[in-house]
Nanobody, 124 residues
């Protein structure tokens, strides 16, 4: 499966962006999906995940209450709505697919496929 992340850009603190992750080559209907982010010099960190069936979405504490992950299986797309953005949200955002587990994880190694990343820059 190929994942294409888009929707990044530059925004002022307090603003909003919606990232999209379009999948091709295979349906993601049975895959857990996640968003991670990375800043230069740091490890990639978990942001949010959504299970393929039932269950609850999960979020990093730093984005809880501000970000919302959702999916549209008919469009083979996952979204990350980001509100009340802060300068510390500046990073390259990656979407990822977990094709194995029943419950989505928070660890990079638990995901099998990755998109190319989209830059989000929040200015204060």
């Amino acid at each position: 499966v190929q994942l294409q992340a888009s929707g990044g850009g530059s925004v002022q603190a307090g603003g909003s962006l919606r990232l999209s992750c379009a999948a091709s080559g295979r349906t993601i209907r049975r895959y857990n999906m996640g968003w991670f982010r990375q800043v230069p010099g740091k490890e990639r960190e978990f942001v949010a995940a959504i299970p393929w069936i039932g269950g609850s979405t999960s979020y990093a504490d730093s984005v809880k209450g501000r970000f919302a992950i959702s999916r549209d299986n008919a469009r083979n797309t996952v979204y990350l709505q980001m509100n009340s953005l802060k300068s510390e949200d500046t990073a390259v955002y990656y979407c990822a697919a977990d094709t194995v587990r029943l419950v989505p994880g928070r660890v990079e190694s638990e995901y099998d496929y990755w998109g190319q990343g989209t830059q989000v820059t929040v200015s204060s």
